[in-house]
Each structure stands twice: as structure tokens, then as C-alpha cells.
């Protein structure tokens, strides 16, 4: 039997069902929560405490929450391209758990830095640092090996974990809001300023237009290191450029909403499942994507037990680890029909 | 096109390709020929730019090939791997989308590759694979092409078909194929180099390069000559295994 035929779907209606999504998930998160708002009682913006309620409290959360949703699929998108593996994202490399240790610094020591500047810059720097480590063992002895890359990743975040842990043993004290810290490492996105808030939109162009400029040679890098250097591109640098921008990607995401994972697993492995490998094509959706899922995510985290939160990076392990099992399960049984 | 002067590349102690001299013109199909290990395909990688050489030059267009800027030099050359595999699940559409310009219907159709569009990479046949990679690597028609045994894993039929291309492609442009089918290089190659031992025995025409003694030296092994319409065949000789004198001999002829 000839194998069938692969029909792409066309990007721009692809593009407008997500954005359709990501307005239907917002609309919903405005108006659930401790308490139900209906969309009548909020949007109207006449000084009523509903109205209030909606739009001084939740609609920053709800922009915090995209902006970290986006950042990290946007990770995990670049971060499976430079290693070719769809198993790749911030979490399972250590870089989201480098990002950690730096975050836990700025917030352990907030009398010697002010955190709003410590904070994404140290994030940053372990985000970049643990990238860095696992990609160099990734490579050891010259041969690019895809399970020992992983395999470092588990190990590089199991140690930074621990780091991390007993930095918040050793320096967490009464000056120090030990229940924030632990609530922040299990995942919870903190609400922005409206300042803060303009700055995402800022924050997350930039990173669509340097994901954008990746796209070709992650393509490139997908057909093998000497196809791409025949292609014009100095494979080596535009790795490391690659992993910068991932790695802030990465940092600004553990920045807001503390150490959430499989959302930069599962929101680029499903779009490129719907929309094709190639990743021109992924960023867009990806943003959208990963954006609509962690309002979501995070919609329930605040209504499931309200007025108590559960910490959205749990939901997402509980409720990401299960579907990416179907995931693989259902490619297994794509490719052998 | 391409020209290499006492080329030598060694790797992990070993010289690989030794003191070789090359020269590619601007139009005509050049078959790299030799036994196994003879550094065919990393005379070609060298050629590529993706093996760099320990001692002597390689100038594409009077161009040192390290002065090149990438972007220019990827746009000179074609290069189509011995070994190719894509990480993503592409189809033979999004693969053209990732060559350096789009390819012209007339380079699908040439390519018989305008039906297979949709169909995934992976689902490919072995002539079908080889011909939407030449279709890839022709894409922004590079005036030079390298090809690793483009003919590997295909029949007899589709071996020819894929060497016909080239023929074509050889009158205007120049192509240099790495080729283990002695029988492919005389029916099709206006130029043989021959190599041993990262060594060049010979490089001429066909006729002259690929004779029963070159061949002997080159191989390690006695080989006869057919000749037929179009080359020649060349089959092991009764107790061809026997000892050769001179295999890999340090001899050097230019056929001409």
C-alpha cells in the first residue's frame, strides 16, 4: 500500500483557532476564581467591585500567566531544535532548574540586590550555565549523543535542584518568606504591575523575532551538523546564539511563575504535530499555544480549591506527564500504520 | 571550478588523503573512483569545506576556500551526503522548503519528484530519497556539485536514471560524484580520478584510467575488463585475490 499522502494545515487559519482559544481561555479566567464573575458584570469597567475585581486582580495575572506560558513553549521549541529531539525542553535540561538556583539567590538575599534586577539576570545566568553543561557533556568525546544529553539533563537538574534546596536551608531565615520561596519553586505566577505587564508584550516580541531569525538554521541543524554547515551556517555559534536565546526564555518564565514544567514539552511537540517540523511555522503558534495553556493551567490552579491555590507547576506535571505518555503512545501508532 | 594542490587531511593519526592534486573545470562530470578508505569522500568533504586540510590548498573559483564567506560559498556548492537523515518527520515539500532557493517545476519534473510532494521523506523509496535530495541540493543551482554515491542503494534502472541527471546537469555545470560502480564510471564519467591509499593513481578519461592494470594497483586485487556499450564491465579475474604487485603503488599516471 502507498503511504498516504501528508497534508499540512495552512498557518493563518492555524494561527487565528489559537488566538480565537487564547481570548475564550481569558475570558474564562476573568471571570472564575475565588469567586464567579460573570462577563456582564466585569466588562462593562463602571467602578463596580466585580469590575474591580476582573480587572485590577485577575488581567494582570492573566497577561503574567500567558507571558510565562509563552516563554516557556518558546524554549522548548528552540531548545528541541538545537538538540534535535523532541523530548527536549527547559525542565528535562536542567536549564529551568539553572534558572532556579539563580532565582532562589535574588530571593534569598534581597537586602544585598533589589530582586527585580537580581531576579532575571541570575535566572538567566543558570538557565545559560546549565544549558551550557548539559550540551558540553551532550558532546563529549566529539560524537553528539541525544540520550546522554538528556541523561545530563537529569542529572545537571537533580544537582541543581539540590543546590537549590539547600541554599534555601542555609540562608532562609525569618527575614526571608520561606512558604513564598517553596510556592514559587512548585510553580505560581506571581501578579505583575501594569508597568511589568506592558513590559511582557515588550519582552515576548523580542523573543519572537530572535526565535524567528533561529527558524531556518534549527531547520538546517534538523537535516544533520554537516548538511547545515554546507548550508552557509557556522553550526557552533549559532548553537551557543541559540541557546542564549532559550536560556532567556527560559529565565524570564522561572522569573514569573517560578519552575513549571512539561508546557515546554507538550505545547511545541502538539504543534508540531498539527502544523509540520518546521519551525518558522512554530513560533507563532507556539506563543499563542503555550500561553492559552498556562492561563488555563493557572485559572484552575486558583479556582480548584479556592480561596487556597494550588501551585500550578504541579498541575501541569500531573496533568502534562499523562498526556505526553498518549502523545508518544499515539505517534507509536501513527508510524506503525 | 575547483582546484586542490597537495591536498592532505589527517585524522586521528592516520593521513586520510596525501599530497593530492585535483582540478575540477567549470563544466564536465569528474568520478572520484578507489577502494574502500581510499579518502574519496573526504576528498569531497574537503572539497565541501567541512574537512579542513592539514597541508597544501583548495581554491574554489581562485578563492582559498576558508576565505569564502559561508553564506557565498554554500551558494557555489551542492553538496549531497553519502548518508542523509532527517530528525523531523518532513515531508518532500518542507524538505525543498529548506534548500537555499526555491526549485524551479521544471528541476521537480526533471527530478520526477512533482507527484511526491506530500508524501513524508521517511516513506520514500531509495530512488525516491536520492532523487528529492539531488532536487534539494540542485535547488539554487550551485555552479559546483559534490555528490557522495548518489547511486548507493539503487537499481540498476534508477542508477542510470540518477546518473543521466547528472550528465545533463554536467554539460553546463561542474559535478564531481564519488562513485564504487567502476562500471557506472565508464559508461558516464567524461573524467576518472582514481585513488589508493589517499593517494591519486590516475586521472583521465574513463578509457585510460580505468584499465586492468591501474585498476589492479588501485585494488589490491586483478580485475578484467568487458568492454561494452556504453563503458565497460569489470568483474574479479580468475585468482584476483592473489597478490598484486606494486597495490597502492607510490606510481603516479596522468592518463591523458
Known sequence: MRPAPVVRRPLAPALLVLAALVAAVALLAMSAGARWVSPLQWLPMDGSIDAALAWTWRAPRIAAAFFVGACLATSGLIFQGVFRNPLAEPYLLGSAAGAGVGAALALLLPDRVPPALSLPLLAFAGAWAASLVVLAIGRLGGAWSSARLLLAGVAIAAILSALRSLLVMLFGDESTNLRAIVSWQLGGIQTPSTAEAAGFAAILLVLMLAAHRLAFGLDALGLGDEVARTMGIDTSRFVAAAIVVAAMATAFAVAWGGLIGFVGLIVPHVMRWWLGPLHGRLVGACVLGGGALLVLADTVARTAIAPGEIPVGLLTALVGGPFFIALLLLRRAAAAT | ?256
Open chain 2, 1 to 256: 571550478m575547483l582546484s586542490m594542490r597537495r591536498a592532505t587531511v589527517r585524522a586521528a593519526g592516520r593521513t586520510l588523503v596525501d599530497a593530492l592534486d585535483l582540478d575540477v573545470p567549470e563544466r564536465g562530470l569528474v568520478g572520484l573512483v578507489g577502494p574502500n578508505g581510499a579518502g574519496k569522500s573526504t576528498v569531497l568533504r574537503a572539497a565541501a569545506g567541512l574537512q579542513p586540510l592539514c597541508a597544501g590548498d583548495a581554491t574554489l573559483a581562485g578563492r582559498p576556500l576558508a576565505r569564502w564567506p559561508r553564506a557565498e560559498r554554500a551558494r557555489r556548492l551542492g553538496y549531497l551526503p553519502q548518508s542523509f537523515d532527517s530528525h523531523w518527520d518532513l515531508t518532500v515539500a518542507e524538505l525543498l522548503a529548506l534548500a537555499l532557493a526555491p526549485p524551479s517545476a521544471e528541476l521537480l519534473a526533471r527530478c520526477e519528484i512533482d507527484a511526491l510532494l506530500a508524501r513524508r521523506f521517511a516513506t520514500l523509496s531509495g530512488g525516491e530519497r536520492a532523487r528529492a535530495l539531488l532536487a534539494r541540493t540542485l535547488a539554487h543551482d550551485p555552479p559546483l556539485l559534490l555528490a557522495d554515491e548518489p547511486a548507493a542503494h539503487l537499481d540498476i534502472p534508477h542508477q542510470h536514471r540518477l546518473m543521466a541527471l547528472l550528465a545533463e546537469r554536467a554539460r553546463l555545470r561542474a559535478v564531481v560524484v564519488v562513485l564504487h560502480d567502476l562500471h557506472l564510471a565508464a559508461a558516464w564519467c567524461d573524467r576518472v580520478a582514481l585513488l589508493a591509499g589517499g593517494r591519486l593513481l590516475a586521472d583521465g578519461p574513463p578509457s585510460l584510467v580505468l584499465t586492468e592494470d591501474l585498476l589492479a594497483r588501485a585494488y589490491g586485487h586483478r580485475v578484467q575488463r568487458v568492454d561494452a556499450r556504453p563503458g565497460a564491465f569489470f568483474t574479479s579475474a580468475a585468482g584476483g585475490h592473489e597478490p598484486v604487485d606494486d597495490a597502492h603503488g607510490p606510481g603516479r599516471s596522468r592518463a591523458a
